[in-house]
């Protein structure tokens, strides 16, 4: 029988603070710290009561950038603004994309060394990666994000290799886009990048319009689709039950946006909501994202009041 309700993480975490003084250090002294940080944020969700871990993601700088150093026919031009005071350095594709070296096995490995714990391994998806980097070598966005696809598969394999179970894409991207071609582009992506995956797969999408996703994102070839929902309100339920939703849901219910540490109540009367949607067994409670623009101690409360509200409709269902 699976289990009821289940905590989990989208990704990322509040960095300890010694990571920002890494800058002139041995590479040695820097992956020992870099190893420290995963450990304490493991510590802080296992504390806090997550039942399906990852790292925080202490080693990437930013979702986009952090794969396309690591990918052939990358280069980093510089930042860019994306919103307010905020830059990330943006990617450009400037030669045939390929597969140099592992990009997210060694994070699982030492992961698995150090928690019990079931794992999440969130990806950056080729969709998303192509949107966000400029395309100055393939004819069309098409070819690039199939091509990168194929990049991306070869490290799923070597993670199922490695034993992983459960495998996120990340595509924020997708809900941005509104053409059925486009969705269509994805979906072929997706299949691409699980081709021969056989382990537990979600892909998460924050931001963006859902209504451009419905109904054509439930036919994606995977497990669970990871949404936030605590920032809209969770108006959104509506449109899941509009289209019959039968689908695992990572139902995002902790609003990244804000520091302020929703109460247990508060999340308790969510996680009713979106038992309205899916059964108690096909539900996973997470933040809306990534946590890691708050503040470390807000991250770990809301964390905590997150898993405490989904042990307590747990109890009840």
């Known amino acids: 029988m699976r289990q009821k309700i289940r905590t989990t993480v989208v990704g990322s975490y509040p960095k300890p603070s010694w990571l920002k003084y890494l800058s002139n250090v041995d590479e040695k002294i820097k992956e020992d710290a870099f190893k420290d940080a995963v450990r304490a944020v493991v510590k802080d969700q296992e ?6 871990l990852w790292d925080g993601e202490v080693r990437r700088e930013e979702m986009t950038s952090y794969f396309a150093e690591r990918i052939g026919g990358f280069v980093i031009y510089g930042e860019v603004r994306v919103w307010g005071n905020t830059y990330y350095p943006k990617p450009a594709i400037v030669d045939e994309l390929t597969y140099e070296k592992p990009l997210v096995v060694h994070e699982f490995e030492f992961l698995r060394e150090i928690t019990d714990r079931e794992i999440k391994v969130p990806v950056t998806g080729a969709y998303t990666l192509v949107d966000w980097s400029f395309n100055e070598y393939y004819t069309s966005r098409e070819e690039a994000i199939y ?13 199922v290799k490695a034993k992983a179970s459960f495998i996120q894409l990340d595509e924020p991207a997708l809900s941005t886009h509104s053409s059925a071609d486009e969705i269509e582009i994805a979906k072929n992506a997706v299949e ?3 081709r021969g995956i ?4 979600a892909i998460h999408i924050c931001y963006g319009n859902y209504e451009r996703l419905f109904p ?23 449109l899941l039950k509009e289209y019959s939703y039968d689908m695992d849901l990572g139902f995002g219910c902790i609003d990244v946006h804000t520091s302020r ?3 247990v109540e508060e999340v308790v009367n969510a996680i009713k909501l979106a038992l309205e949607v899916v059964e108690p067994e096909k539900l996973y409670v997470d933040p809306d994202c990534g946590l890691k623009l708050l503040p470390r101690d807000v991250a770990f409360k809301k964390l905590r009041v997150m898993c405490e509200a989904a042990k307590m409709v747990r109890d009840s269902v």
């Open 192 to 194: 691409e990048m699980l």
């Open 198 to 201: 056989n382990v537990y797969t």
């Open 216 to 238: 054509h994102i439930m036919e994606f070839n995977v497990d669970q689709l990871d949404l936030e929902f605590a920032n809209r309100g969770f108006s959104d339920l509506e």
């Open 47 to 52: 504390i806090a009561g997550v039942e399906i």
């Open 261 to 263: 540490v929703e109460s």
């Open 147 to 159: 091509a990168l696809a194929k990049i991306i598969n070869e490290e799923l394999k070597k993670l």
